[in-house]
């Protein structure tokens, strides 16, 4: 009964510092829920199975027949959920002071982390997408303007579009001065013959590149 009461106290706790940390982002309350009662679920599955084989089998087959039909979510998710199953773990084998002191170090890392903001992609690093006619080449011609307006770009990825007719260009860039980007989009629609232009801030993940 102790582990599971330490269990329940801890995740939520989790819950609450992931509800603090991840309000600027915004977070799901069922998430939320799930990982406050986890900790305990998982203690109480290691106290039923203490340390008979055959219980553990037939555990573990209980639960393939559950399935998760919820999206996959970020690196941070899935690190806590393990996070919070690892202290459920600790409070149902009986190592309850294990797993309050786990807790706190990794919840005091999880919050530096969050508030010094560790990892943020440079806010003024732009995703430049430019589709452009069949016939141009898309390795110059747009080089006089980037020049101009410009500090550094990379080209990440060409695409086909519109039945094979047209080029969707993905560029990661850095604008020498923000107040400019009007100017800028104005003259890449005039050389690419006005078709579509999107600008805006970098993905969170580089799999963005591959929309």
Same mark, same amino acid.
């Given at each position: 009964m102790l582990g599971i009461l330490v269990a329940v106290v801890i995740g939520l706790v989790i819950a609450f510092v992931y509800i603090l940390v991840s309000k600027k982002d915004g977070y799901n309350k069922s998430f *939320? *829920?799930?990982l406050a009662l +986890?900790?305990?679920i998982v203690a109480a599955v290691i106290l039923l199975v203490g340390s008979n084989v055959a219980r553990a089998f037939s555990m573990a087959g209980a639960f393939a027949l559950v399935r998760f039909r919820s999206a996959p979510g970020s690196a941070k998710d *899935?690190? !806590?959920v393990f996070f919070a199953m690892a202290t459920g773990l600790a409070c149902g +084998?009986?190592?309850v002071t294990f797993a309050v002191c786990f807790a706190v170090i990794i919840l005091l890392v999880? !919050? !530096? +982390?969050s508030v010094t903001g560790f990892g943020t992609r440079d806010a003024h690093r732009k995703q430049l997408r430019i589709t452009i006619p069949e016939n141009l080449n898309y390795m110059a011609v747009f080089d006089d303007i980037f020049d101009k307006y410009l500090s550094e770009n990379v080209l990440r990825k060409v695409k086909t579009t519109?039945? /094979?007719t047209m080029f969707e260009l993905t560029y990661e860039c850095r604008m020498k001065d923000e107040s400019e980007q009007k100017q800028f989009i104005d003259e890449l629609r005039v050389r690419n013959g006005n078709l579509n232009i999107t600008m805006g801030t970098m993905p969170d993940s580089d /799999?963005?590149?591959l929309n």
């Open positions: *939320i *829920i799930g +986890l900790p305990a *899935i690190s !806590v +084998l009986g190592f999880f !919050v !530096v +982390l519109n039945m /094979g /799999g963005g590149y």
